[in-house]
């Protein structure tokens, strides 16, 4: 099985973050029988070669299994996807020629599967490969199958954690039933927050709310987390095997959600009296208003004063 990694508007971040890969990405690769074709930051063939290799795999003389695609599909500017090219000619159309040859297409961080940065109003006009945010369509359309019956598999993230992508290509490798969520990503990866796993999810539930950095209470009220309303697995898959934003004091910034960026500060919450305008994921207004207030009046004074360790 062979797999061929193609950069596109992005800042490259996800590659770099396959270095902190428990195991050397290249070995894990090895191990599982995987050809990197080519990696733009990692790979040392030739420009001739890899020119060859291309025209290959467009001319069915070579089989591509894995396209992974990083970065948003740049159309600016005036959709004719100038701002980013290779050989003189628009990016975007060697990605949607390669789409058509893969078994698999991977979309690799949050730009690639939703837009990302460069594609809120911007004239770089960039969109995800079969998202654009929250709606379902994208550069490659919201009907599009690659040869193995699967849609584009999206890996959100900014950057992903390396896991992500080595747990779906064990998947892939071993021939195993790839269950998505609605955002076509990952079931047993992204159906779950970024606050299940929270080491602050007590203060949470106690409302015991912080308003500086440095304490051990809840970032979600005032500073800006977005742990109960993202889905990721940033506490379930470490980064480096230690820790993560949340675990390390800094809110969570909602980097897999398809609307990332936000729009307004990072470490603000927006709130009307004290209340987040975004509540966490199925909950109900005057339900978790009710609940919060009477939760806070019940919190241990160890939490209160902070005095468990986290």
Not at 59 to 74: M, T
Not at 97 to 119: D, N, P, R
Not at 126 to 142: D, P, S, V, W
Not at 211 to 232: A, I
Request: net charge negative; glycine share 10%.
């Amino acid at each position: 099985m062979n797999l061929y990694w193609l950069q596109s508007g992005g800042c490259s971040g996800d590659s770099m973050s396959l270095l902190t890969c428990e195991c050397n990405f290249f070995d894990f690769c090895s191990i599982n029988n995987i050809e990197v074709l080519y990696h733009a930051s990692l790979s040392t063939i030739s420009f001739t070669q890899h020119q060859k290799l291309i025209e290959d795999i467009l001319s069915d003389k070579k089989e591509l299994d894995i396209l992974c695609v990083e970065g948003n599909v740049v159309r600016g500017p005036d959709g004719t996807g100038l701002f980013d090219t290779f050989m003189g000619k628009p990016k975007k159309d060697l990605i949607e020629a390669l789409s058509q040859k893969a078994k698999y297409v991977i979309a690799v961080g949050t730009c690639a599967s939703f837009g990302g940065f460069g594609s809120h109003d911007d004239e770089m006009d960039g969109i995800g490969l079969q998202f654009h945010h929250h709606t379902k369509g994208g550069f490659l359309g919201k009907d599009f199958l690659t040869k193995s019956g699967y849609p584009v598999i999206n890996l959100p993230g900014c950057p992903i954690h390396p896991k992500t992508l080595t747990v779906l290509l064990e998947e892939i490798v071993n021939e195993l039933e790839i269950e998505l969520t609605a955002y076509n990503s990952i079931d047993e990866i992204y159906n779950f927050t970024v606050h299940q796993g929270c080491t602050r999810n007590e203060y949470h539930e106690y409302k015991i709310e912080e308003k500086n950095f440095g304490e051990r209470g809840c970032m979600f009220f005032h500073l800006g987390c977005k742990g109960p309303t993202t889905n990721s697995a940033c506490n379930k898959y470490l980064w480096n095997e230690v820790n993560s934003k949340t675990r390390a004091g800094v809110p969570c910034f909602g980097c897999a959600r398809p609307d990332f960026p936000q729009d307004y500060p990072f470490f603000k919450t927006p709130n009307i009296v004290g209340t987040p305008l975004e509540l966490p994921k199925g909950v109900d207004r005057a339900h978790y208003l009710a609940y919060k207030d009477m939760a806070a009046a019940a919190a241990p004074k160890r939490l209160k004063f902070r005095t468990q360790k986290v």
